[in-house]
Nanobody
Framework: QVQLVESGGGLVQPGGSLRLSCAAS????????MAWHRQGPGKQRELVASITRAGRTTYADSVKGRFTISRDNAKITVYLQLNSLNPEDTAAYYC?????????WGRGTQVTVSA
């Protein structure tokens, strides 16, 4: 089993920045790719960014150039740097990890962008 705990969400003004963290514990040796998803009010959950163990990244078109995903394999932690935030980025952000043992989700951290 793998447990994922997100942190770093909060209230920020348009144009501001936040850094989200997701720490994994448990059977972390099995973790492969990790990712961040988000679910805004009245919207379906969507993939924001993903990163492989080797560090290859993908991004949703809506966040390219503004968000950066990274990971520390020694700490089994994945980060999401959110810059130039706008109200459309308001959502609960969820950490995700894949492994041969299963796919795991964190409980989410809320990001609210408002003046």
């Amino acid at each position: 089993q793998v447990q994922l705990v997100e942190s770093g969400g909060g209230l920020v003004q348009p144009g501001g920045s936040l850094r989200l963290s997701c720490a994994a514990s448990g059977s972390t040796f099995s973790i492969g790719a990790m990712a961040w998803h988000r679910q805004g009010p009245g919207k379906q959950r969507e993939l924001v960014a993903s990163i492989t163990r080797a560090g290859r990244t993908t991004y949703a078109d809506s966040v390219k150039g503004r968000f950066t995903i990274s990971r520390d394999n020694a700490k089994i932690t994945v980060y999401l740097q959110l810059n130039s935030l706008n109200p459309e980025d308001t959502a609960a952000y969820y950490c995700y990890a894949s492994s041969p043992l299963g796919n795991y989700w964190g409980r989410g951290t809320q990001v609210t962008v408002s003046a």
